[in-house]
T-cell receptor
Framework: AQKVTQAQTEISVVEKEDVTLDCVYETRDTTYYLFWYKQPPSGELVFLIRRNSFDEQNEISGRYSWNFQKSTSSFNFTITASQVVDSAVYFCALSEAIGSGGGADGLTFGKGTHLIIQP | DVKVTQSSRYLVKRTGEKVFLECVQDMDHENMFWYRQDPGLGLRLIYFSYDVKMKEKGDIPEGYSVSREKKERFSLILESASTNQTSMYLC?????????????FGPGTRLLVL
């Protein structure tokens, strides 16, 4: 069974600090996909990134970067020079490839990390 | 842009009522999903559908049913609402072809069952 662990329940930092959100996953499949979503106070989950298990290159998008390491089953998310607008709950999620469970499949989510950026 | 809409942002219902939560997507996506979100538990999959009139149980289907009569619409039904179904309900859709696709979420419906 697949599992996603976000050990940090809540993180609070002062604006402009860098912050890393941890994500550790478990799966028996060799082909899988990892995601990060942001949930601002409005409630809607906003897609940030999708990674497949064969692509271990780190990704950078503006102030956001992601570090995928298969050796440690981790997919960590770093925000550089944090801003108040980054305050949200962030979810890491895992999905196995279609075919392993037959047809479409839901995501397995971590419990989320509540990030508070103080001005 | 993908657009997933949910019929209500907030709902208040009484125990025993039949409740319909509607979700519509405008991107011709094959797959649609219903999750519920509870504090400390994260998001959990209730049901999903990979085609019209097709449905599959997720991790917590008990007390729920679904309907997908048209490709763009996926309804979640609480046959007899109970207080433990008070939660945030999130609908999602994905294109779904030969590889796992990104799921896009609606704004959510906060349901309170009294």
């Amino acid at each position: 069974a697949q599992k996603v662990t976000q050990a940090q329940t809540e993180i609070s930092v002062v604006e402009k600090e860098d912050v890393t959100l941890d994500c550790v996953y478990e799966t028996r499949d060799t082909t899988y996909y990892l995601f990060w979503y942001k949930q601002p106070p409005s409630g809607e989950l906003v897609f940030l990134i999708r990674r497949n298990s064969f692509d271990e290159q780190n990704e950078i998008s503006g102030r956001y970067s992601w570090n995928f390491q298969k050796s440690t089953s981790s997919f960590n998310f770093t925000i550089t020079a944090s801003q108040v607008v980054d305050s949200a709950v962030y979810f890491c999620a895992l999905s196995e490839a279609i075919g392993s469970g037959g047809g479409a499949d839901g995501l397995t989510f971590g419990k989320g990390t509540h990030l508070i950026i103080q001005p | 842009d993908v657009k997933v809409t949910q019929s209500s942002r907030y709902l208040v219902k009484r125990t025993g009522e039949k409740v319909f939560l509607e979700c519509v997507q405008d991107m011709d996506h094959e797959n649609m999903f219903w999750y519920r979100q509870d504090p400390g538990l994260g998001l959990r999959l209730i049901y999903f559908s990979y085609d019209v009139k097709m449905k599959e149980k997720g991790d917590i289907p008990e007390g729920y049913s679904v309907s997908r009569e048209k490709k763009e619409r996926f309804s979640l039904i609480l046959e007899s609402a109970s207080t433990n179904q008070t939660s945030m309900y999130l609908c999602a859709s994905s294109r779904g072809t030969s590889e796992q696709e990104t799921q896009y979420f609606g704004p959510g419906t906060r349901l309170l069952v009294l």
